[in-house]
């Protein structure tokens, strides 16, 4: 291991090609601090995955290099698969009961047999799984082996671990307690990089979060630097009074593309939501616009972008 | 590699892969055996006045290499099916130790097998004749064998992808090289001539005759003729499962 690094994950310019055509992860760089948590968003394709299959040593890198608390993702990558925890997108266990999931997965990872009681049984109480400690993991619905799989990799220490899509499948509940119990790991010191597709998690969990397209990081930054980054952007909601006549709903639509600052609108029975630039300055003219279509606004909700609308603006430019 | 010995073992001690593995031979030998020990009389081997369940329980003692190289070929295709494969790869391991893992364990059930096989032939027939060196190649025999056919079921876990194609192969290949080997029926003139050439070509019956010589007639020559050739075919197997093996990638 390296005697110092600044930084827990230091991935500069990566690429990762499969067919040595298309690029799955494209010239890509960022560095992970140790403790935090890094979120990676994108839509499905964008390369979150094969970063992070390159980042556990999966799959070997086309070029760039990448390091792991100072080891090269090359030249060490045995040493580094000791200190990292994995929780992949696909689902991963041994044919046996839960319980025996983690027993076998704290045996190979050499945790001593009386930690390794203690801590199935603290994270089964956890994870929800005590209940069906004795059923065999295939038997598991999507939610309960998600739930196997993500707990199971906490049986080991470890000083990098990398979530990819691991709350899949869980109810929200359950889904909250998992990224509270990743928050307090990383209070601990525990690096996280953490792939999702449901933002408000990303907002949740993240310290920062890269956002990611086509295999390129096209933006990065905290949740409120993104957003403010993209602040220009305000969501404008209007409630009408009574129900928008259907023959009207093409005329708004064609008003609401009209007005250059608007960058996106969406027109329903009773809402009317517009996603644009300077909307404090807008709002006046669209409201007037609407008065003229005989259209009656009861409510005016102006807020400011959620990561959502953030996530959409930069994947759409 | 002996932690993911033992975690094959683990996964591979439910009371399916136990029936599967000492159930259905013990059933061969206690229950076939002894019921067509009635119908077959004792015939002579080699000089060797030999009943049916004594002709069988070698035979039974053989198939073991089979099936702990299909428990531990067929190992690589179940954790590629359950995403085992890839995690175990993203832990502490190299790619070598996890093949490693798969040879141990089919070696350690093989030998495990056997034994418990033994021990039953002993209980139906009375102890065998077992020479220092007999047991010297009746046990390498066994380990060898279980070395070959885990590389055959490796080959065939790295080229066949659906589970009912994989199944359908394993099925076939348990009924063919099980029942058209010596190790229920002994060969003779008698047998006709395609059965005869099918139990020639099948690996099974080199290694049902290494360990019925060693637990019966005697090492011979023919004995070392039929180790040698199972050992050149488990060595061209290895290598093509090696290969094989090396190019199944990750990460897909």
């Known amino acids: ?317 | 590699m002996f932690r993911l010995t033992i975690r094959n073992v683990l996964v591979n001690t439910d009371p399916g892969t136990m029936f599967f593995m000492l159930g259905i031979p013990a059933f061969y030998l206690l229950v076939l055996g002894t019921m067509f020990q009635g119908l077959i009389p004792a015939f002579t081997i080699n000089g060797v006045k030999t009943s049916y369940t004594t002709f069988l329980a070698p035979g039974i003692v053989g198939m073991q290499a089979f099936t702990a190289g299909n428990i531990g070929g067929g190992m690589l295709w179940a954790d590629r099916r359950w995403g085992m494969f890839e995690q175990l790869l993203v832990g502490p391991f190299r790619r070598a130790d996890y093949l490693l893992g798969i040879m141990l364990v089919a070696v350690f059930f093989s030998l495990a097998g056997s034994g418990i096989m033994m021990i039953l032939a002993v209980f139906l027939d009375g102890a065998f004749n077992i020479t220092i060196i007999g047991g010297l190649i009746l046990v390498s025999m066994l380990v060898i064998g279980s070395i070959f056919f885990t590389s055959l079921f490796l080959i065939i876990s790295v080229l066949v992808r659906t589970m009912n194609a994989y199944q359908t192969i394993t099925f076939l290949l348990f009924f063919l090289l099980d029942f058209a080997s010596t190790a229920f029926y002994p060969i003779t003139p008698e047998t006709p001539a395609a059965l005869r050439l099918l139990s020639n070509f099948n690996p099974l019956s080199y290694i049902v005759n290494v360990v019925r010589d060693c637990m019966l007639y005697g090492v011979t020559y023919s004995t070392w003729a039929s180790a040698g050739i199972i050992t050149l075919l488990t060595a061209v197997f290895f290598y093509l499962s090696l290969v094989l093996y090396n190019n199944v990638h990750t990460g897909l």
């Open chain 1, 1 to 317: 291991m390296a005697d110092s690094f600044d930084y827990a994950i230091e991935v500069v310019n990566l690429v990762k090609s499969y067919d040595g055509v298309r690029n799955a992860v494209d010239d890509v760089s960022f560095q992970i601090r140790p403790g935090e948590i890094y979120g990676l968003l994108g839509k499905n394709g964008a390369g979150k995955s094969t970063t992070i299959k390159t980042l556990t040593t999966l799959v070997p890198p086309t070029s760039g290099t990448a390091t792991i608390l100072g080891m090269d993702l090359r030249k060490k990558s045995s040493q580094i698969r000791k200190i990292i925890g994995v929780v992949q997108q696909e689902e991963a266990f041994d044919f046996a009961t839960v319980e025996r999931n983690f027993r076998i997965y704290g045996m190979l990872w050499e945790v001593p047999s009386d930690k390794v009681e203690s801590r199935s049984e603290e994270l089964m109480e956890l994870f929800n799984l005590k209940e069906i400690r004795k059923r065999r993991a295939f038997e598991l619905s999507g939610g309960q082996k998600k739930r196997l799989q993500v707990a199971r990799e906490f049986i080991h220490d470890m000083q990098v671990l990398f979530l990819d899509e691991p709350t899949a499948g869980m109810d929200p509940i359950m889904r909250r307690s998992v990224l509270d119990f990743v928050m307090e790991k990383a209070k601990d010191g525990l690096t996280v990089l953490f792939t999702t597709q449901i933002l408000e998690e990303a907002d949740y969990v993240c310290d920062r979060i890269g956002i990611m397209d086509l295999g390129r990081k096209v933006a990065e930054g905290t949740s409120s630097q993104l957003k403010e980054r993209f602040g220009s952007l305000k969501k404008l909601v209007l409630t009408t009074t009574e129900r928008i006549p259907e023959e009207s709903i093409p005329r708004v639509k064609e008003m609401l593309a009209a007005v250059p600052s608007v960058t996106q609108h969406e027109v329903s029975e009773r809402e009317i939501t517009v996603i644009g630039k300077n909307m404090g300055k807008t709002v006046y003219s669209i409201l007037s616009s609407l008065s003229l279509l005989s259209i009656e606004i009861d409510q005016v909700n102006l807020d400011a972008p959620s990561l959502d609308d953030v996530f959409l603006e930069v994947v759409k430019k």
